[in-house]
């Protein structure tokens, strides 16, 4: 097993990092080793990460490949995801496989990310999305799923039937390797009630494509985007996250506390559920310039 292996073995195994995380990890590593070697001149066909090949990496090279990021446009949060993966990697080289004495990562500095407050669907346009697709049971029980759970894509297509009891869904391995219990809304069961109504299958996934194979990111991705678009949304720059961004921005404007919105996302600190108090301010301050007030004293 070649370095990059052993590293990521080790962060799933003594870090207990999800399968969608070591992904990450790879992709990452995988994109930045092309570009050293094709910078050091060593074979970039070859995908082995050898010893030979992390000894001749300076602080330069690297700092070399933050400039290439962003000369191609890589937005600052993209960016500083990169550098913590290759500060990691560097990590482990140093003080656990003790390769290097020297920790050519440590010059890397994080752009900073301008704040940008996350969108939501109103009422109005969740209630279209429904609309929509009110003759699609899976689409409608999916879009249900995330704005009444907040559930991420990658939750949603890992849950099985035997997730759902009841009132609840059962969440396991979410984000961190963390299992939740999500209490569901009587609108969501009884959605999925219905949806599983139509299955006469033994396949074990709780959502399943016409195949009768258990969904994909992309699968669902395709679909919210579909009636995205039916809806004239698409332009407005909506992903499937921005069905879990609602979920929680109309908890919060409901006066549900952000203890319990944390809870229910799975954020590991309450720092992150915050952002939706931001959300709410901003809207407080637009309802303020649309005061009938302003329209009497122009």
């Known amino acids: 097993m070649c370095l990059l292996g052993e590293f990521l073995l080790y962060k799933q195994i003594n870090e207990n990092k999800s399968k ?20 050091i001149g060593a074979d970039v066909k070859k995908k082995e990460v050898t010893t030979d090949f992390i000894k001749r990496i300076k602080s330069q090279d690297l700092l070399d490949y ?34 290097l004495d020297k920790n050519p990562s440590k010059k890397l500095k994080k752009p900073k990310i301008p704040e ?10 969740m209630a279209m999305l429904f609309k929509e697709a009110k003759d699609d049971v899976l689409a409608t029980t999916i879009f249900s799923a995330f704005i009444d759970t907040g559930l991420r894509n990658s939750e949603l297509i890992n849950l099985n039937k035997d ?40 396949e074990k996934a709780l959502f399943i494509n016409s195949r009768g194979n258990r969904l994909t990111k992309r699968t669902v991705q395709r679909l919210v985007n579909k009636y995205y678009e039916a809806c004239g949304l698409k332009e407005k720059g909506y992903t499937v996250h921005t069905l879990r961004h609602s979920c929680a921005t109309h908890l919060f404007e409901d006066g549900v506390s952000l203890r319990q919105i944390q809870d229910r996302l799975g954020h590991s600190t309450i720092t992150t559920t915050t952002i939706y108090t931001k959300v709410s301010n901003k809207m407080k301050q637009e309802a303020a310039l649309c005061s009938p007030m302003n329209k009497i004293f122009k």
């Open 163 to 202: 997730c759902f009891k009841g009132d609840e869904f059962f969440i396991f391995n979410g984000k961190g390797q963390k299992d939740r219990v999500v209490v569901l809304g009587s609108v969501c069961r009884d959605m999925i009630n219905k949806y599983l109504n139509t299955r006469d299958d033994y």
């Open 66 to 99: 933050i400039v290439c990021l962003n000369k191609k446009g890589n937005e600052a949060a993209t960016i500083s995801k990169k550098i913590s993966v290759i500060k990691s990697f560097f990590s482990y080289i140093v003080d656990i496989v003790e390769l």
């Open 20 to 39: 969608e995380t070591i992904k990450t990890y790879k992709n990452c590593l995988e994109e930045l080793f092309v570009f050293l070697k094709s910078k």
């Open 116 to 125: 940008k407050l996350p969108k939501f669907l109103t009422s109005k346009e």
